[in-house]
């Protein structure tokens, strides 16, 4: 889409969030806006569904409640973007920069985290993922993918059988019985636990 048409369809949006009875609400399921400058922008509650926004600079961007649906956002800068209550299901967030983003009571089941950088970013009543900060020196976190159930610890992403078959898989850094891999375990065993108490709601949508 040319940025002439999508600033249109901003403003018109813009309208719309001021006075339902002018404007309208952004329409941009199934787009290609990959590498689009959509920083600041305000697309609270606009139809993204299926949308391409590979690349996309979103930092800052208001997507609150926004339904992003199976949306492609691998790559994409969502730092300090708000996405609260938004709709992230099955969405492809890989490798996307979500520092300090506003992920409060989003929906992430089935959403496509791998490398994804959640650090300081605010999952209170986020479904569908876990995230730990403090308990471990690196990132970690546990989402569902497809019919997986995945565990970041650092920059080992990976399912839960395969946690299981080989979790002691860095004893240069973390030694099976040191304080260092204990903390690491726990925090594994504490997601892996959550995971798989929520797996039957996750599996209800």
Not at 72 to 96: E, F, I, P, Q, V
């Amino acid at each position: 889409m040319d940025e002439i048409k999508l600033q249109q369809i901003i403003n018109s949006h813009d309208l719309w969030l001021k006075d339902n009875s002018e404007g309208m609400r952004a329409d941009l399921s199934g787009i290609d806006l990959s590498e689009a400058d959509l920083g600041e922008a305000d697309l609270h509650g606009a139809d993204l569904r299926r949308a391409n926004l590979y690349g996309a600079n979103l930092s800052r961007a208001n997507l609150g409640k926004a339904n992003l649906y199976e949306a492609n956002l691998s790559g994409a800068d969502l730092r300090r973007t708000n996405l609260s209550g938004a709709d992230l299901s099955k969405a492809n967030l890989g490798k996307a920069n979500l520092y300090e983003a506003n992920l409060r009571g989003s929906d992430l089941h089935g959403a496509d985290l791998h490398g994804a950088n959640l650090r300081g970013a605010d999952l209170s009543g986020a479904i569908g993922i876990i995230c730990i900060e403090s308990q471990y020196i690196y990132q970690s976190y546990g989402y569902y993918f497809q019919e997986s159930l995945r565990v970041r610890l650092g920059c080992y992403d990976r399912t839960v059988e395969e946690w299981d078959a080989n979790f002691w898989n860095n004893t240069d850094e973390f030694p099976a019985k040191s304080p260092k891999g204990q903390n690491r375990r726990m925090v594994y065993e504490f997601i892996k636990t959550w995971l798989l108490a929520n797996k039957e709601q996750h599996n209800s949508k």
